[in-house]
């Protein structure tokens, strides 16, 4: 045990040592790294959400819906079925899925394969028969009253919306992501396909697009993003314009182009736009 001297001594050193210690410690990390240095960073700004975003989606569905129904109420349309005199026969459901061009068989087809002997089943042979026609041959006249049947069945609902995002809104936002555009240039690119489909006509999404880019480049080619989404809607526009039964361009002029115009690149609430001169609104 040391003497009362050398505890005294012992002491003094101790106390002498701690802050050189201290100091010592401080300076030889001056910059912490690791857990460390991420616990001190400073948090990166969130990036803005895209249309897949669960609650921008649910804005895509009303403003479609308001187009195609004159309704925000989205989730009524299921059982929506009628034939508009454009050339594709029966337009139907929540996106207005058609006996004419394909995706109605498509869609009938994986609600079979699901829950057989479903309302529409009966129908498939007919359907297989008018795709590519507007003709109603083998649908008339219980169709329409099958088809609101199997709108009250949970299972078809859910077909309806996964086709809806297998066909169209996936590859409309998968393609918008990949030319840099934000929520709004994702919901134009949505909406397009929505009316036009994805074929190779002169008017389908893919060809409005390449109109598009004669005249502008896409963000991810190093162009301006306004710029790029007034050319593409300038040819949805023309698009519209060669079918008289969507000869109507209020979807875009009073309501897509509004965003635009006040730059709400990112779709955010308050939205305010008229469709066929009805106005809407999402606070």
């Known amino acids: 045990m040391p003497t009362p001297h050398v505890r005294t001594v012992l002491l003094a050193l101790t106390l002498i040592a701690l802050p050189v210690t201290a100091t010592t410690l401080a300076n030889a990390a001056p910059n912490p790294t690791g857990a460390a240095a991420t616990a001190l960073a400073p948090a990166a700004p969130a990036a803005a959400a895209g249309l897949d975003d669960p609650a921008k989606k649910e804005i895509a569905m009303q403003l479609v819906s308001s187009a195609e129904n004159s309704s925000l109420d989205w989730k009524a349309q299921y059982g929506y079925i009628e034939d508009i005199g454009d050339g594709r026969g029966y337009t139907a459901g929540i996106i207005g899925f058609c006996s004419g061009t394909g995706d109605m ?5 994986l609600y079979t394969s699901r829950k057989p ?3 529409l089943a ?13 003709s109603h041959q083998g649908l008339d006249p219980g169709f329409t009253s ?3 049947q199997a709108a009250k069945d949970s299972a078809f609902k859910t077909a309806q919306n996964d086709e809806r995002d297998r066909v169209y809104f996936n590859p ?7 030319d840099g555009l934000g929520t709004l240039g994702q919901f134009a690119y949505y909406d397009a396909i929505v009316m036009h489909g994805d074929g ?3 008017t389908s999404f893919g060809n409005i697009r390449k109109r598009a880019l004669a005249k ?17 809607l300038d040819a949805r526009v023309w698009a519209m314009k060669q079918e008289e039964a ?6 875009v002029d009073t309501a897509q182009r509004v965003f635009l115009n006040k730059g709400n690149l990112n779709l955010d609430p308050p939205l305010d736009w008229k469709v066929y001169g009805d106005s809407f609104h999402i606070g």
């Open 105 to 109: 068989l498509d869609l009938v087809e």
């Open 117 to 119: 002997g479903n309302p």
């Open 122 to 134: 009966s129908y498939l042979p007919a359907l297989r028969k008018v795709d590519g026609t507007d």
């Open 146 to 148: 099958a088809w609101k």
């Open 172 to 178: 409309a936002v998968s393609r918008g992501k990949q």
């Open 200 to 202: 190779g006509d002169s």
């Open 216 to 232: 502008a480049k896409t963000p991810a080619q190093g162009g301006d993003e306004r710029q790029y989404l007034h050319a593409f």
């Open 246 to 251: 969507h000869e109507d361009t209020s979807r």
